[in-house]
C-alpha cells in the first residue's frame, strides 16, 4: 500500500471514531442502551423474613399393610358344597366361610359315638363281674372262717378221734384255698374294669378327634375382618395345599421401615419412642396426612444392607368416619420428623444465592440492595431457615430480594415491584 493510501484510510477512521450517532442512528446502537439501563433503578421482587417452626424429616417410602393378614386354609379335604360369603363382607370372628362335604366326617363321628356307647356297656357288664366277684370272696371268707372255728372247738373239747379232726383240719384248709382263690379272681375283675376305663378314655378321645374332623368341613374366620380375595367356588375340590380364602383387618394397620445405621442414635437416644412425630402420606390420597406412632425398633443392624427396621402403627379412621381411609398395600411416604425448631428465622428458598461454597442474599435497606453472607439451616419445600455469621444482621419483618437478585452484586439502586393480582413472577 502506498504512503498516500495510508494517510487516507487513517483520516477515515479518525472521523468515524469522533462522529456521534443522532436521531435513528442514536436509537440502533445497542451500547448506547446499555448506558442507559444501568443509571436506572433495578427492578425486583421481595418477600419478608419471617419467624416460623421448622423441622427435619427423614423420608421414605414403604406400603402399608395389615397387622392381621393371613391367607385361610382348608383343613379337610373334600368338596365345597357352598360358599357363604364373597369379596369384601365384613366378617366376625368364627363366622362360617364356606362348608365342606361333611358326611364322611360324620359317619365317622356316628361310628366312633357307637363304639364309645359299647365301651360304655362293657363297663356295666365287667362292674357286675367284679360285684359278683366280691360276693363269693366275702361268702368264701364267711365259709374259712367257720371251718377254722370248727376245728379250734373240736380240738378244745376232745370229743372226735384224730380222723375225724383231721377231716376238719383239711375242710379248713380247702375253705382257705377257695377264699384265696375268690380273692384272686376278684382282683382279676377289678384289673379288667380298670382297663376297660381305658378304652372308654381313648373312645371318647376318638370321638372328639371325629368332632373335630367334622368341624374342619366348616372353613371360618379366624378373627374379625374383611376378606380381601376368594380363591375357590361350589365343587371345587377343597385341600390343605391351596388358600381358600384371604382375610385382613384394615383397621389395624401398619408400615415397615429400613433407615440408615448412622439413624440409629436418634431413635436410641429419644426417651419416649411414641412421642416421635410420624407423618404418613398415602400416594392414593393426596393431600392427606395420617399420624404414625413407633411400636418396634430393631435393636440390631442388618448385616448386608447396613440398615436397620423400624415397626410403625398408622392411626386408622373409624368406619362410621366420612374421610378417606388407609388400605393394605397403598404406598405411602413415611416422614419422621428428627428435629424441631418452633421459632426460625426464614425466608423463601429463592432468597439464596450461592457462589462456590458460600451462600448469600441480599435485603432491600434504603431503596439498594444489600448482600449479606448467610448459612441454610433447616428446610422445607418453600422454605429455608437462615443462620447468620453475624447475630442480628437482619430482623424479623426486613425484605429479601427473591425476584432480580442473580446479576445484583450488592450496592445497586432497587425499586421494589409490586405485583398485580393473577401476574407471574416471571413477568417482573
Known amino acids: 500500500m502506498s504512503r498516500t493510501h495510508l494517510s487516507a484510510v487513517c483520516f477515515f477512521l479518525s472521523a468515524l471514531v469522533g462522529c456521534k450517532p443522532t436521531g435513528a442512528d442514536a436509537a440502533s446502537n445497542p451500547l448506547e442502551g ?4 444501568r443509571g436506572t433503578a433495578i427492578q425486583v421482587l421481595t418477600a419478608p423474613v419471617q419467624r416460623r417452626e421448622m423441622v427435619r424429616t ?11 393378614e393371613i391367607q385361610i386354609f382348608p383343613r379337610s379335604t373334600g368338596v365345597i358344597t357352598s360358599i357363604l360369603v364373597e369379596e369384601g363382607d365384613r366378617v366376625e370372628a368364627g363366622e362360617v366361610l364356606a362348608v365342606i362335604d361333611p358326611r364322611d366326617a360324620q359317619a365317622s363321628l356316628a361310628d366312633a359315638q357307637i363304639a364309645l356307647k359299647e365301651a360304655h356297656e362293657a363297663t356295666s357288664r365287667l362292674a357286675l363281674t367284679r360285684d359278683e366277684a366280691d360276693q363269693r370272696v366275702a361268702r368264701s371268707r364267711l365259709a374259712w372262717e367257720q371251718a377254722q372255728r370248727e376245728v379250734q372247738r373240736n380240738e378244745e373239747a376232745g370229743l372226735l378221734s384224730e380222723v375225724d379232726l383231721d377231716k376238719l383240719r383239711l375242710a379248713r384248709d380247702t375253705s382257705e384255698h ?24 381313648r373312645a371318647e ?9 367334622l368341624s374342619h368341613t366348616q372353613i371360618v374366620a379366624p378373627f374379625t375382618g374383611i376378606l380381601a380375595s376368594r380363591a375357590i367356588k361350589v ?8 388358600a381358600a380364602f384371604t382375610l385382613t383387618d384394615p383397621d389395624n394397620l401398619r408400615a415397615i421401615v429400613y433407615r440408615p445405621q448412622r439413624e440409629l442414635s436418634f431413635f436410641q437416644n429419644s426417651s419416649d419412642l411414641s412421642t416421635v412425630e410420624i407423618r404418613v402420606q398415602p400416594e392414593a390420597l393426596p393431600g392427606q396426612v395420617f399420624k404414625g406412632t413407633i411400636n418396634f425398633l430393631s435393636p440390631t443392624i442388618d448385616a448386608t444392607s447396613g440398615s436397620f427396621r423400624i415397626t410403625l402403627s398408622l392411626d386408622q379412621s373409624t368406619t362410621e368416619s366420612a374421610g378417606p381411609r388407609l388400605a393394605p398395600g397403598m404406598l405411602a411416604r413415611i416422614d419422621i420428623v428428627t428435629e424441631r425448631r418452633p421459632n426460625a428465622l426464614v425466608v423463601p428458598k429463592r432468597a439464596l444465592r450461592r457462589e462456590g461454597d458460600s451462600q448469600f442474599l441480599f435485603v432491600v435497606r434504603e431503596s439498594k440492595a444489600v448482600r449479606l453472607r448467610v448459612e441454610e439451616g433447616l428446610s422445607d419445600d418453600e422454605y429455608v431457615e437462615l443462620v447468620l455469621a453475624d447475630e442480628g444482621s437482619i430482623e424479623t419483618g426486613e425484605t429479601v430480594i427473591v425476584v432480580g437478585n442473580r446479576d445484583l452484586e450488592g450496592g445497586e439502586d432497587v425499586r421494589v415491584n409490586t405485583l398485580d393480582d393473577g401476574q407471574e413472577n416471571s413477568d417482573v
Open 178 to 201: 377257695d377264699h384265696l382263690a375268690t380273692k384272686l379272681s376278684a382282683q382279676i375283675s377289678q384289673q379288667e374294669l380298670e382297663r376297660q376305663k381305658t378304652v372308654i378314655e
Open 205 to 213: 378321645l376318638t370321638v372328639q378327634r371325629q368332632e373335630l374332623a
Open 58 to 68: 427423614t423420608s421414605t417410602t414403604t406400603n402399608i399393610e395389615s397387622v392381621n
Open 235 to 242: 365343587g371345587d375340590s377343597a385341600g390343605g395345599t391351596a
Open 34 to 37: 446499555v448506558q442507559i439501563k
